[in-house]
């Protein structure tokens, strides 16, 4: 659904031309399922210490591009990198074998590694690793829908759950959430998320109630914050079901809790236009909902 892309910074700067900037500037788009990671931290300046053309032109678009690959960027503050080796490819390839990455992307491929996809390759059709689906039907059991977001919920900085049922405390809510805070504690490159928000819908739930539920699933460690709102007259529904990242989101079409065997749910990544309204609908700061009770911050106990 949101994959890792690590891509040689000798490459990138090679993508000022008319037909590679308007190639990748849109395919690189929020929405598309792509994101750059931020391999090493001075990424952008290997760009640009690459970059060796002297028209005007080519320089902008260039920091164009740039600016969209950031925009997104996975932000690894945890890697390995030794100046001793030679090229940035072999750097990439050790980081690939300790968090690996969706795909690295490199001018070349020597030694032909699946892992690694070259320019040359997007010339075919059907090509793994760079065709990303939309959308996707999963089995709604919590190991199948936590693997189809396991990238995105694994990279992101900050994550919001939505759906109007999680204040009901479940048993599917509570199958599947552990399954998704699971990814969220695990070891990453990017480190635990600075921010991890519930919304959901104000249907009367006690503290007591919900703090009842959510400490024994919320890993020791993590912090959730709970948003319970209520409909304003003529506005918003709250009805769909989210999960929003820094690095985009997703819609879960049924919910977010497990069925039944044999139950279905399809899961479709969200445009950029998605993305940002959905995000705009559920900032706390200026929401399109009233608040039903006052955000409640739950210090998770599982796991301790």
Same mark, same amino acid.
């Given at each position: 659904?949101?994959? /890792?892309?690590?891509?040689?910074?000798?490459?990138?700067? &090679?993508?000022?031309?008319?037909? +590679?900037?308007?190639?990748?500037?849109?395919?690189?788009?929020?929405? #598309?399922?792509?994101? =750059?990671?931020?391999?090493?931290?001075?990424?952008?300046?290997?760009?640009?210490?690459?970059?060796?053309?002297?028209?005007?032109?080519?320089?902008?678009?260039?920091? /164009?591009?740039?600016?969209?690959?950031?925009?997104?960027?996975?932000? *690894?503050?945890?890697?390995?990198?030794?100046?001793?080796?030679?090229?940035?490819?072999?750097?990439?390839? #050790?980081?690939? &074998?300790?968090?690996?990455?969706?795909? %690295?992307?490199? *001018?070349? +491929?020597?030694?032909?590694? #699946?892992?690694?996809?070259? /320019?040359?390759?997007?010339?075919?059709?059907? !090509?793994?690793?760079?065709?990303?689906?939309?959308?996707?039907?999963? +089995?709604?059991? &919590?190991?199948?829908?936590?693997?189809?977001?396991?990238?995105?919920?694994?990279?992101?900085?900050?994550?919001?759950? !939505?759906?109007?049922?999680?204040?009901?405390?479940?048993?599917?809510?509570?199958?599947?959430?552990?399954?998704?805070?699971? %990814?969220?504690? &695990?070891?990453?490159? =990017?480190?635990?998320?600075?921010?991890?928000?519930?919304?959901? +819908?104000?249907?009367?739930?006690?503290?007591?109630?919900?703090?009842?539920?959510?400490?024994?699933?919320?890993?020791?460690?993590?912090?959730?914050?709970?948003?319970?709102?209520?409909?304003?007259?003529?506005? #918003?529904?709250?009805?769909?079901?989210? %999960?929003?990242?820094?690095?985009?989101?997703?819609?879960?079409?049924?919910?977010?809790?497990?069925?039944?065997?044999?139950?279905?749910?399809?899961?479709? *990544?969200?445009?950029? /236009?998605?993305?940002?309204?959905?995000?705009?609908?559920?900032?706390?700061?200026?929401?399109?909902?009233?608040?039903?009770?006052?955000?409640?911050?739950?210090?998770?106990?599982?796991?301790?």
């Amino acid at each position: 659904m949101i994959y /890792e892309y690590a891509l040689e910074p000798e490459m990138v700067a &090679a993508w000022c031309d008319r037909h +590679n900037h308007r190639f990748f500037i849109r395919e690189f788009d929020l929405g #598309q399922g792509r994101v =750059v990671s931020r391999y090493p931290k001075t990424w952008a300046k290997k760009v640009w210490d690459s970059f060796d053309g002297t028209s005007q032109v080519d320089r902008k678009r260039l920091e /164009e591009l740039l600016v969209r690959l950031k925009e997104t960027m996975v932000k *690894r503050r945890d890697y390995v990198w030794d100046d001793a080796l030679e090229s940035w490819l072999e750097n990439a390839l #050790q980081e690939h &074998a300790r968090h690996p990455f969706y795909t %690295i992307m490199a *001018r070349t +491929n020597p030694e032909e590694q #699946q892992d690694i996809l070259t /320019e040359t390759d997007l010339a075919g059709e059907d !090509i793994a690793k760079w065709d990303v689906h939309h959308g996707i039907t999963v +089995n709604r059991k &919590a190991p199948d829908m936590a693997a189809a977001i396991k990238m995105m919920l694994g990279r992101c900085r900050w994550v919001k759950f !939505i759906d109007p049922y999680l204040s009901q405390c479940k048993s599917g809510h509570k199958r599947s959430l552990t399954a998704f805070m699971d %990814i969220l504690k &695990a070891e990453k490159p =990017v480190g635990p998320p600075g921010k991890i928000e519930i919304h959901t +819908n104000g249907d009367g739930a006690t503290i007591d109630y919900l703090k009842n539920f959510y400490e024994k699933i919320i890993p020791d460690g993590i912090q959730v914050t709970i948003y319970q709102w209520r409909e304003k007259p003529a506005g #918003q529904r709250l009805h769909n079901r989210y %999960i929003l990242t820094d690095l985009g989101g997703v819609s879960f079409h049924h919910g977010l809790d497990t069925g039944a065997d044999g139950e279905t749910d399809d899961i479709t *990544r969200l445009d950029r /236009e998605q993305y940002e309204l959905r995000c705009k609908q559920y900032d706390s700061a200026a929401p399109a909902f009233d608040y039903a009770e006052d955000p409640l911050e739950i210090s998770g106990t599982f796991g301790e």
